[in-house]
């Protein structure tokens, strides 16, 4: 395919290395478990497919543009204020809104060593930089990431707990990264996984707290509505009413809509799926160390599994899919000598472990 010389991309569009999203297939086992996406295993609540299923119903119609209901009712279930969470496609989308709002030409997007890909992806796209900062065993490192910022840096990215990692730094560390950032830089708090800790907000009151701290959520983990693609950011009222300015009105469709309400509704269910992930990732981290595969303590629905090396971490994945278990590689990530593992349900983790033991006591193909 030749390209027309004049229609050219945008500069840093061909910069862009393309998002690798987990397999969904593998040769070989007759049943495929999907693990490498971090998608509930349970399923979203019952309620939130109903709530789906019933949008049909009315699909010629625009969905709300305001995202009221939905606002309102994230709103009372995190004791937060509806006129400061704006809905997206995903929490994807408030990723790429914050980084067309506040970042371009000339501008850095700072993150850390294996930060989620998406931020250097959306960076890319708004013409800025993504700069990364090291990490110290795999765990965020304030100091490096407030001696990375410049006069340039826009935004700061941190999920925390993280994505591939796993690993979570204390409220404190937050906190003292957010007072210690240059006046223009804001601070993202990326919460995909918070809900998957008791009692935890997402830093939602260092949000309340402070006018350079916004914090993103998503309904694609914990509620098991990753196909629906919704998501939510939580922020002072400046930066929110600039998102909105970017944010199409239709951005999330009525279907979405209803399901999310439905979902975050449904504490009950929430409950359930996050004792069950405590439960099976607890038993399955035991059984990866008995088998001789150490992780870091994980405060999400994964386990980053590390390997001796490279090769053998490959070695472990083909063996693994061979058997019908896909699993994340992250060489992506800069984490070549690990796999990643959604925590799935009983029969997902047994037949995990069971595989990793095996593959550890030598038996290779
Ligand atoms: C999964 C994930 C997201 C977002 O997912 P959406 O489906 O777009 O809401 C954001 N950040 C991290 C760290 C994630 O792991």
Not at 85 to 105: H, K, M, R, V, W
Not at 110 to 137: C, D, K, W
Not at 261 to 267: F, I, L, P, R, T
Not at 315 to 340: E, F, K, M, P
């Amino acid at each position: 395919m030749s390209r027309h010389p004049d229609i050219i991309p945008q500069p840093g569009i061909l910069g862009i290395t393309p998002y690798v999203a987990g397999k969904t297939t593998a040769k070989g086992g007759n049943r495929v478990t999907k693990l490498s996406s971090n998608e509930n295993p349970l399923g979203p609540s019952p309620l939130a497919k109903a709530a789906y299923i019933e949008a049909a119903a009315a699909l010629e119609l625009y969905p709300s543009a305001e995202h009221a209901a939905l606002r309102a009712a994230i709103a009372e279930v995190h004791g937060l204020e509806a006129n400061r969470i704006i809905c997206g496609a995903g929490s994807d989308e408030i990723i790429a809104f914050l980084c067309n709002t506040y970042a371009g030409p000339g501008d850095e997007v700072l993150y850390t060593e294996h930060g989620f890909s998406m931020y250097a992806i959306s960076a890319r796209a708004a013409g800025a930089t993504p700069v990364t900062a090291p990490e110290q065993n795999r765990k965020a490192d304030i100091d490096a990431l407030l001696a990375a910022c410049t006069n340039r840096t826009r935004l700061v990215f941190l999920a925390n707990p993280n994505n591939p990692t796993g690993t979570m730094v204390a409220e404190s560390e937050i906190n003292r990264l957010a007072e210690g950032l240059p006046p223009q830089a804001l601070l993202v708090l990326d919460g995909a996984y918070a809900e998957f800790i008791e009692g935890f907000g997402g830093h939602a009151a260092l949000v309340e707290a402070c006018d350079n701290v916004v914090m993103t959520r998503t309904f694609s983990k914990i509620y098991g509505l990753g196909g629906a693609r919704i998501g939510w950011g939580y922020g002072p009222a400046h930066v929110i009413d600039a998102l909105n300015r970017v944010r199409g009105p239709f951005n999330v469709s009525a279907a979405a809509l209803a399901a999310a309400e439905a979902a975050v509704k449904d504490e009950t269910y929430t409950i359930r799926c996050r004792d069950e992930n405590s439960k099976w990732r607890a038993w399955l981290r035991e059984a990866l160390a008995k088998a001789g595969i150490p992780s870091d303590e994980s405060h999400t629905n994964f386990i980053l599994a590390r390997f001796a090396d490279t090769p053998t971490a490959n070695a472990a994945d083909a063996y693994l899919q061979n058997r019908g278990l896909v699993v994340r590689n992250v060489a992506g990530y800069g984490l070549a000598d690990c796999l990643r593992i959604t925590i799935g349900d009983e029969i997902a983790c047994r037949a995990v472990a069971a595989t990793l033991t095996d593959f550890m006591k030598g038996a290779r193909a």
